[in-house]
Structures are given as structure tokens and as C-alpha cells.
């Protein structure tokens, strides 16, 4: 018998929940493009994303995913030819490298491995050693989704002033915008980009790259900039037409109205808090399974963990069979694993994730808890007992 009858939970990272009054936001007629009320939803969006992201800088929108906003970035801020740094903890920062690669960059990368965050000391040493200044950008994933290990991005920013190196720091942000804290200006970022359908709770389809007067200034002139990508139009439009290049995505701008107004109306601080918490009850739930099994935590340290996902390896094939098993019996959907072996290997089958970003609140938490307690106990996969009991106490303890 099935028991997946009723609401499907999508838990994966991203796309995240959609909530109800972000689609109900949705659900309505075209608007006019040329005047009245989605025009001046449009121009108060641009204030409102500069709050999210802890910036008065620039912000441009795009009609696009989060691969489009590497491009998007790349082709704003390097050459053909410069040489940009990448520091790698897991797939998606390859992404965005292998991205920098075939627009032609000349990529250097420091891999810090799958189970680690970035050491600013390694990275303070390899800007140390580039006396010329040949490397024009600093990239780093905040949270890699795939590992879901969290750099400490201020550190970094110590490390690039100790050596009082000029470069560009551009930091992909998509996983953890409006679920981990971040602060562009205070952190010293130049460059952040994130997407509509993980924190912010809106469906895949718009992505926005928020930029200092620095970045701007350096990239000026480059030789990749093309003209549906660049940053500068979009940033100042004088047009309206200009914030979107074309036609703007209408019922998208209507969705991300409502999820920013949610953002804001429950505040920065309290929505970081809450997905804090929440991920404190996971982690307890995790360290008492583990105790009588073999699950794990990917990023062992807490500190560097992210508060949006949680990658977890079980061994495989059972991190695969519990997925399978939760997404048939129990209407639960958990990620995949990625970037830990081929796809299909035993290896990749070993992990999975948990994806806890934006509209989620502590029953829906524990009802993923008591389904992977149940998915453990019919699949006969070893666990230790109590994790219902734990996560309990840390959110008791909270509210
Ligand atoms: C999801 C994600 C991406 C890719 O976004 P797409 O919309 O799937 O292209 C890039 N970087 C990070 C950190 C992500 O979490």
C-alpha cells in the first residue's frame, strides 16, 4: 500500500516550495507591459532585492536560471583571455569554472575537496603569489548545493584585503540568498548572483546579479559583453524595456513581489534565524540515527554547514532505496546526490540530500524526520532510535 496520497513535498534544493500566495499572486491576467501597476511593481522590486542581498550597490534582473547568471557575471566582468581564480568545494563551483573556461578565460582553481570549506589561507597564498596581478576575479560558491558545505565569505574577503590584491570578488549565492545570513556590502563582496526558485521561494525563471560601482568600473570595456547580458542597462534602465531586454516576465514579477514582501514582513534576521533552527533540528535528528548506523554528515563541522540543504551519505545503495522508497510510499521527495561518483554508481547511490530552504516551517521538518524514520525501519537500514525526541528539544527550546 501507498501512503503518498495527499500534498506532495518536494524537498530537494531547489526549486523549493512555492508558497500558496506567491501562486496565487500569479494566477491572473496579463498585465500591461507599457504602464500602470506591473511598471511600478517592477521599479520597487530593485530597492527590495538591494535589501535582501545587504547591498545600496546595483542589481540587474534576468530573465534566466542560475547557469544563465554565471554567464550572466562572466560576461560582465572579465576579457577573453583574464584570468579569474575559482576555489572549489564541491560541483557547482566547477560549474561556474568550467563556465569561465569555455568563455574563454584562463582559470586557475584551488580544490579544497568535497567534505571542506575554503581555507582563506590557501587563499591568501595564491594571491600572494600572483605579484603581476594577473587575476582579474575571485569566484566561490557560498553554499555548494551539491556538497552543502558553507564558505565563510568574509574570511575570504580578509584574506584578498591582507594581500591588498585588486581583484574582482564575485560570489555565487544561489543557494543560500534569503536562508543563510549574507552581507554583500558589509562582507566586502563585489559580485553575488542568485536565483528566483531557492530562497526566494518564486519559480525557476528569473535570476539577478547584484554588482558594486568597482566591479562596474573594471569591467567596463571588456570584450565579452553582449547585449542581452550586460549588466549596465539593466542596472540603469532609461527604458523600461531595458530591465528585462524585451518582453519582462510578467507573472514571474508578480510571484517574486509576494515572496519579497513574505521575506521582509517576517525580516532578514528572523528568516535566517528559522532556517538556523530548523537546520539544528535536522543536524540532531542526523547525529542520532548516526550513532546507531551508517549515516553521516558530508561537512562534519557544524560551523561550515549550510542552513538550506544538508547532503548526507549513507553507503550505497542505500541512500538511492531510501529516496525511491519515501518518494513512493511516503509523498516525500528528497534530492539526489551530486558530484559523488557517476550517476548510477554505487558511490553516488551511497548520498543523498535534504533540502530546507525558504517556505518551510518546523511540522514540515519533523514530518520529513518521522519519514525517514519510517523509511529506515521498513527498508531494515540500521539507525539509531530517538531523532523525532531530538529535534524536538532543539526547537522547543527555540520557540
Ligand atoms: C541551483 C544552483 C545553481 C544552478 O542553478 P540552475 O537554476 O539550476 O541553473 C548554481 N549554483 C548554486 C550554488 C546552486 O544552488
Known amino acids: 500500500m501507498s501512503l503518498a496520497n495527499g500534498r506532495h513535498y518536494l524537498a530537494i534544493p531547489g526549486p523549493s516550495v512555492i508558497p500558496d500566495p506567491v501562486l496565487q499572486a500569479m494566477h491572473r491576467p496579463a498585465p500591461n507591459i507599457y504602464t500602470g501597476e506591473l511598471v511600478e511593481l517592477t521599479h520597487g522590486l530593485v530597492p527590495d532585492l538591494k535589501t535582501i542581498a545587504g547591498t545600496k550597490e546595483h542589481v540587474a534582473m534576468y530573465i534566466t536560471n542560475g547557469h544563465g547568471l554565471w554567464e550572466a557575471s562572466l560576461t560582465n566582468m572579465i576579457s577573453r583571455g583574464d584570468k579569474v581564480l575559482v576555489c572549489l568545494t564541491g560541483n557547482f563551483g566547477h560549474g ?39 587575476i582579474k576575479v575571485v569566484m566561490t560558491v557560498h553554499v555548494d548545493t551539491a556538497t552543502s558545505v558553507r564558505n565563510d565569505v568574509a574570511a575570504m574577503r580578509k584574506a584578498i584585503d591582507a594581500v591588498g590584491h585588486p581583484a574582482v570578488f564575485a560570489v555565487d549565492c544561489i543557494a543560500s540568498l534569503g536562508c543563510d545570513r549574507f552581507e554583500m556590502d558589509n562582507w566586502g563582496v563585489d559580485v553575488m548572483i542568485a536565483a528566483s526558485q531557492k530562497g526566494l521561494m518564486t519559480p525557476p525563471g528569473m535570476g539577478f546579479v547584484w554588482f558594486s560601482e568597482k566591479a562596474r568600473v573594471v569591467g567596463n570595456g571588456n570584450d565579452l559583453r553582449t547585449p542581452y ?18 518582453t519582462p516576465p510578467t507573472h514571474h514579477l508578480y510571484g517574486l513581489r509576494q515572496a519579497v514582501d513574505m521575506i521582509l514582513d517576517e525580516g532578514l534576521e528572523n528568516v535566517w534565524e528559522r532556517h538556523a533552527t530548523l537546520a539544528r533540528a535536522y543536524w540532531a535528528a542526523v547525529d542520532t540515527w548516526g550513532q546507531g548506523g551508517n549515516l553521516r554528515f558530508n561537512i562534519a563541522e557544524p560551523e561550515y554547514r549550510s542552513h538550506a540543504v544538508t547532503t548526507l551519505s549513507l553507503g550505497g545503495p542505500d541512500g538511492t532505496r531510501l529516496r525511491e522508497w519515501m518518494t513512493e510510499h511516503l509523498g516525500i521527495t528528497l534530492g539526489i546526490s551530486l558530484g559523488f561518483g557517476e550517476i548510477g554508481s554505487d558511490e553516488a547511490a551511497g548520498y543523498f540530500r535534504i533540502g530546507h530552504m525558504g517556505h518551510i516551517n518546523a511540522h514540515m521538518v519533523l514530518g520529513i524526520i518521522g519519514a525517514m524514520e519510517t523509511a529506515f525501519t521498513a527498508l531494515q537500514i540500521p539507525h539509531g532510535t530517538g531523532a523525532s525526541r531530538a529535534a524536538a528539544m532543539v526547537l522547543a527550546e527555540r520557540v
Open 229 to 246: 547580458w550586460d549588466w549596465e542597462t539593466r542596472a540603469k534602465p532609461v527604458h523600461l524595456y531595458e530591465y528585462f531586454d524585451g
Open 96 to 134: 561556474w569554472a568550467d563556465v569561465a573556461r569555455r568563455l574563454g578565460a584562463d582559470v586557475e582553481t584551488i580544490e579544497f575537496g568535497k567534505h571542506a570549506p575554503v581555507d582563506p589561507a590557501r587563499l591568501e597564498e595564491a594571491l600572494r603569489a600572483d605579484k603581476d596581478h594577473k
